[in-house]
């Protein structure tokens, strides 16, 4: 049974999801009690759970209250959710949550001055995450959704968010394997001075080279990710999604994803971009990566010239033959007007995505083994 399915029969009924309806509330519920929870556990075990790149960076004050804000979020929607809807599971669940959260301390939790440990789950990444993006994206495709009839619960959503728990959850892992050999290319091919001389750029024009730079790398890694059937068998799981939202670019073999990444760090560590540029730009893409694939229409052509746009993207994914290896970019589509591989019609987007009449399994490990299957 897939993961869709038991969510549908553990919170599902017939009542109305309308606003109002007590169905908001309960799910809202249910997403500030689990994220307040994770972090009561990132406060209460940080050795275990939270990332040794990012703790000194926290400021604590602030994680405490947007725990404690967490905590009032989910039990007045919980109560809301209560007294509105038939069903009770999804109000009693955030209830729930928060009641546990508060019993293993809240916010209150009281931190050691430092903590040595070297390694880390990454459930603190995970948790910002999830945090920013759904407090950005899920507003905006409720609001001004391309696809109304799409829903947050669309069909694959739950495939797509062990994707994103994994990924996050990885990021140390992630980050070493990408970044061990990009480095090492990276002296290898180093070229002596070369360093200063980038860093010595103001710091807005270098940002916008490492942009171009970065994106250069990306554009030819994901046309050869296209072009080679070994890699595309890998890529082909991230192009499985029948819906585009803001989760669904999660959906990425790991393999594959290393590939791409290890080409971007090689060549922004072989650049030799500051630090603070390097920051700069991860946030970007972070941020940028999810909006080309979210479920939001609005006319974005004023952009399209300079930056790519979810209608750009959209056709990345589409299905129409036309729209097939087109639209390589990430951020810049003058590099596919470049290449010969821009594709965008006047005023329309894609009428579906996917893969066509090929298929991929649903769920996480069976997407994962899919690309080593005959």
């Known amino acids: ?67 404690q804000l967490l905590l009032v979020v989910s039990f007045i929607s919980a109560a809301l959710s209560l007294s509105l809807r038939r069903r009770k599971v999804l109000g009693i669940t955030g209830m729930a949550l928060c009641l546990v959260a508060s019993l293993l301390g809240g916010s209150s939790i009281p931190l050691a001055d430092r903590v040595e440990a070297r390694t880390g789950m990454g459930l603190d990444w995970f948790l910002l995450n999830l945090l920013l993006l759904a407090a950005v994206f899920v507003p905006l495709e409720r609001s001004w959704p391309l696809r109304s009839n799409q829903g947050a619960f669309r069909r694959g959503w739950t495939t797509d968010g062990a994707h994103f728990l994994v990924s996050h959850l990885g990021v140390q892992l992630f980050s070493l394997a990408a970044l061990a050999p990009a480095i090492w290319l990276g002296k290898q091919l180093s070229l002596e001075g070369w360093t200063g001389r980038v860093q010595s750029i103001p710091w807005p024009l270098q940002f916008l080279l490492t942009v171009v730079a970065a994106d250069l790398a990306q554009y030819w890694a994901h046309r050869a990710i296209h072009r080679f059937p070994v890699l595309w068998r890998l890529h082909a799981v991230h192009h499985s999604s029948e819906a585009m939202d803001w989760l669904a670019g999660s959906r990425m073999h790991p393999i594959d994803a290393l590939l791409v990444r290890v080409c971007v760090l090689f060549t922004l560590t072989w650049a030799g971009v500051s630090a603070s540029v390097m920051a700069a730009y991860l946030i970007f893409v972070s941020f940028h990566a999810v909006w080309i694939h979210a479920n939001i229409r609005g006319n974005f052509a004023w952009l399209e010239p300079f930056l790519v746009t979810p209608r750009i993207h959209h056709f990345h994914h589409a299905l129409e033959r036309e729209a097939f290896d087109k639209n390589f970019a990430i951020h810049l589509p003058f590099l596919d007007r470049l290449f010969g591989t821009f594709y965008l019609p006047r005023g329309r987007w894609p009428v579906g995505y996917g893969l066509g009449r090929d298929s991929m399994p649903d769920g996480y490990w069976a997407q994962l083994a899919a690309p080593f299957r005959r």
């Open 1 to 67: 049974m897939s993961l869709d399915l038991l969510f549908k029969r553990a919170f599902g009924d017939q009542q109305s999801t309308r606003f109002g309806s007590g169905w908001a509330s309960g799910v809202l519920a249910v997403f500030a009690g689990s994220l307040a929870l994770g972090g009561v556990l990132c406060f209460r075990f940080p050795e275990w759970l939270t990332t040794p790149a990012l703790r000194s960076h926290y400021s604590v004050p602030i994680l405490r209250r947007i725990v």
